[in-house]
């Protein structure tokens, strides 16, 4: 089970957003960079960046600091938020990223999906966020009117090598995962699945764990207000 602590960056700080509200979001002083740090002197070795200005422009704004987290620190890094094209893909490649989050562009565009996994093989990861089993895109707010499960199996076969699934009503809450709808998931998806949602305490890693063909879990607002201890977390980390 990988660990991926969380950053989603916004106007260059850390924040994070209470079910994808940007009305509801908490700023931490600390900056992405040192954050990421901090993870990486625990012992993590792959980390989640979100580029939240990304996600609202449909362009790529915080490379900057994520070429910076990457050459400076090592880590293994999946990032989304705005990378809608070919030429954002290869810069996030070009600076070293493990793996290229798609989301809206994706689900806009099927045919990007499946040119990017030709394009860029084993780098490509789809990013699921769904509410009420519904997808939503454009930094979630539009939803698509596309069910999630109809929508992974159209597009199962075209060589994505991760998918990301988040549940937007559990994003930010700490109310636990919605495992149910991710066990779906994970069932039908032909890649390994990453757990994103609501994570709120070591149980829900260990919960995470009895779950087939589940990658890793994503841990972010509970880390940043200290109801995960990251000693604790490490060690789930493998």
């Not at 030429?87 to 070009?94: A, N, P």
């Not at 075209?158 to 994970?186: C, H, M, W």
């Not at 919960?207 to 880390?223: F, H, Q």
Request: hydrophobic share 35%.
């Amino acid at each position: 089970m990988k660990i991926f602590p969380a950053i989603d960056i916004k106007d260059k700080k850390c924040v994070r957003l209470v079910k994808g509200n940007f009305d509801n979001k908490t700023e931490y002083e600390i900056p992405p960079l040192d954050q990421a740090a901090k993870y990486k002197d625990h012992g993590f070795k792959n980390l989640h960046i979100v580029d939240l200005d990304g996600a609202l422009s449909g362009e790529i704004v915080n490379l900057g600091i994520v070429k910076e987290i990457v050459s400076k620190l090592d880590l293994k890094i999946e990032i989304g938020g705005g990378i809608r094209n070919f030429e954002s893909i290869q810069k996030y490649t070009d600076v070293g990223v493990e793996k290229i989050i798609l989301g809206s562009a994706a689900i806009k565009d099927k045919n990007f999906l499946k040119q990017a996994c030709k394009k860029f093989p084993n780098k490509i990861a789809l990013g699921l966020d769904a509410k009420d089993g519904y997808l939503s895109v454009s930094g979630w707010k539009e939803n698509s009117n596309q069910l999630t499960l109809d929508f992974l199996r159209e597009v199962n076969d075209y060589g994505v090598s991760r998918l990301i699934y988040t549940d937007i009503n559990r994003d930010g809450t700490k109310q636990s995962p919605n495992f149910e709808e991710t066990a779906k998931v994970a069932e039908i998806s032909n890649c390994p699945v990453i757990i994103s949602g609501g994570v709120s305490s070591i149980n829900d890693i260990k919960k995470a764990k009895g779950l087939k063909n589940i990658e890793g879990i994503i841990v972010g607002k509970a880390i940043y207000d200290g109801d995960i201890d990251l000693k604790e977390l490490v060690k789930e980390d493998a």
